[in-house]
């Protein structure tokens, strides 16, 4: 059986400025490879309420789960939960249990808890909680869509409380053999070895060091048996190979 | 007048894998910020020529322009080029003047052409080459689409012979405030002054650090004297402030 299938929607004004890097990709990208669900697509949108009803839309229909990183904040520019029930067709308003959680999280931290941070607990009807064990105000699951925070600590965290609920299938193992030879000296053969070989992908990866070119090979599958027989026809085509 | 709108893909199965950690969008991103181009999207998909086809189909005609990185080298899964001619509908071949290109290249070097390095000549009719000065295999612009090498380093170098050609608008400028409070204590006046400045965007950015929660306010505008204003206020309405 294929193994699930997902997208990524990272709602972030301050990562298409170049102000900030996005590290919550390659958190995520890293755990569904290992729990055996395959990242087939992210997309980086701005803070815009149209374009994120839209990109849900579009990638909850076509993938399996789709995880959302970004905007559910108590700030103006926090939208991501109300764009969400919009694109899901979901009634949305304060819910009782996600402000006990707030409730319990400020009064321990002797807070008042405002209109903004009330915000935090408005969660789409039907949803699902997001545990977030570092500040409280949770992420929610909505049919496949999984709505979670910007902040990478807090996105991390929700990501560790929600991917055990989760069903994955093989997990995707890769080998990495570094090669002294530019891809234009390999192509053919590479070529050959991924039209002999269809339940591995082969990706080519060519680097320049200390000007020479060189490439790394990184052979992927599910099934270990044929990830073994890959890198074997590798190492016997590349005599050079450095795993 | 508003400024020209972009997209970028990525194509890149080895960032999906969480394998590696994606450069290029950090780098478009902060080009495109000061030339004045507003990169609205970034989507990262498959090496699968579907996918490409698709998403090149639907971001080119989105947006007014579309800068794609990676799966343009000599290898069986540098399938980038094909794809974009087929999404607008041009025909490809192996063109002379980047033949010519390579040639000139891989005769310096003493290498010989083979048929996996004439891969890397074919281009769509009508197309403009972009030029690498790093290993030769030139990128192109075909329309609204500019395709470009994977390669940080050649992805840079590509970028910087293609922006000068292009015509921008006004540098979006930005100014980062940090502020010694969460969130939650900031959202009502920040959301007031947002609404009070509609030429300035607002960005909220949360942080932790020892233990404690504060708040990065980045303001970006096009107009110098609306981010002025908006330093201004911020700091009146957040004495503790620190630019």
């Known amino acids: 059986m294929a193994n699930p299938t997902a997208a990524m929607l990272v709602v972030g004004d301050e990562i298409l400025s170049g102000r900030t890097r996005d590290a919550n990709m390659h958190h995520l990208a890293s755990r569904l490879t290992e729990t055996g669900i395959d990242l087939n697509e992210v997309r980086i949108i701005s803070d815009d309420h149209e374009a994120i009803v839209e990109a849900v839309e579009d990638l909850s229909r076509g993938y399996d789960h789709l995880f959302t990183s970004g905007g559910i904040g108590p700030t103006h520019d926090d939208i991501t939960a109300d ?8 009634p949305i308003g304060v ?3 996600a402000l006990a959680v707030l409730k319990a999280h400020y009064d321990r931290q002797g807070t008042e808890i405002n209109d903004a941070r009330r915000r935090m607990a408005r ?6 909680l997001i545990d977030n064990p570092i500040s409280a105000a949770p992420g929610f699951t909505l049919r496949n869509v999984h709505v979670m925070a910007g902040v990478p600590a807090i996105f991390q965290a929700m990501v560790g409380s929600l991917l055990p609920t989760l069903t994955g299938g ?14 234009g000296d390999i192509a053919e053969a590479l070529g050959a070895l991924a039209n002999a070989l269809p339940d591995v992908s082969f ?4 680097f320049i060091q200390n000007g020479l070119y060189g490439t790394n090979i990184v052979a992927r599958s599910s099934d270990p048996t044929a990830l073994e027989t890959a890198v074997d026809r590798l190492v016997e085509r590349f005599p050079d190979a450095q795993l």
């Open 83 to 90: 764009a969400v029930a919009a694109a899901m067709k979901a």
């Open 95 to 97: 819910r009782d249990d």
């Open 203 to 206: 990706g080519s990866y060519p």
């Open 123 to 128: 969660i789409p009807d039907g949803a699902t």
């Open 170 to 183: 093989k997990p995707l193992r890769s080998v990495s053999l570094r090669i002294a030879h530019g891809e």
